[in-house]
Every structure is written in C-alpha cells, then in structure tokens.
C-alpha cells in the first residue's frame, strides 16, 4: 500500500493561481498512474486529471482542460497539479490517487490508494 500526502491547498481570489503537490512513500510510484479528483461539499467526487506512468500521457475533465496542467517526477515520488485562471466553481477538496494500471485513468474505481486532501477555496 502507499500513503499520499498533498499539500498546497489554500484561499486564493478568483483568477488566481496554486500548485498542488502529492508525495507517495514507497518504491512503486513510478510504475502506475496518478490522478487528481475534487469534491466540493454536497457534490459527488469529480475527476479531475490524469497522468500516465512516465508522464507521456495525460488526461483533463473538460471544466479544467486549458487552465490546469498534472505532472510529476519520479525521481521525487511527487505528482503535482498546477492550477490556473482559479475560478469559484473549483473551490472543493482535491485528493491525489494511484491508479491500479500505469495508463491515464478518470474513473475513481481505477485507483487504489488515496490522499487525504487539500483543501482549494477560490474567492469571488
């Protein structure tokens, strides 16, 4: 099993910006996929974005595609959500998951082990 810390969450005005950071123990980080989901409060989990194994290929839900940007390094265990153009709309908790393959994934049943999550609060 593998422990995911994020960080980086906070209260920022709309039009604003933050970066998410997601830190795994153990040494299999690097073979599986990694994802981002949000869940603001009475709305179901939402995914958010994906990022294959190498990082070769990643994955958007269409509300963030064009202001959000997922990445990671491997040598660091470390998956990170770079946030843009914040909007109200995207105030929720964000947690960081690892899928149980290494291709993208945005079903939240193809992820085993996730974060606690961060709290994102945008501003109006």
């Known amino acids: 099993q593998v422990q995911l810390v994020e960080s980086g969450g906070g209260l920022v005005q709309a039009g604003g910006s933050l970066r998410l950071s997601c830190t795994a123990s153990g040494r299999t980080f690097s073979s599986y996929a990694m994802g981002w989901f949000r869940q603001a409060p009475g709305k179901e989990r939402e995914f958010v974005a994906s990022i294959s194994w190498n990082g070769g290929s990643t994955y958007y839900a269409d509300s963030v595609k064009g202001r959000f940007t997922i990445s990671r390094d491997n040598a660091k265990n470390t998956v990170y959500l770079q946030m843009n153009t914040l909007k109200p709309e995207d105030t929720a908790v964000y947690s960081c998951?690892?899928?149980?393959?290494?291709?993208?994934?945005?079903?939240?049943?193809?992820?085993?082990?996730w974060g606690q999550g961060t709290q994102v609060t945008v501003s109006s």
């Open positions: 998951a690892r899928a149980s393959v290494s291709l993208v994934r945005a079903t939240a049943d193809d992820y085993r082990d």
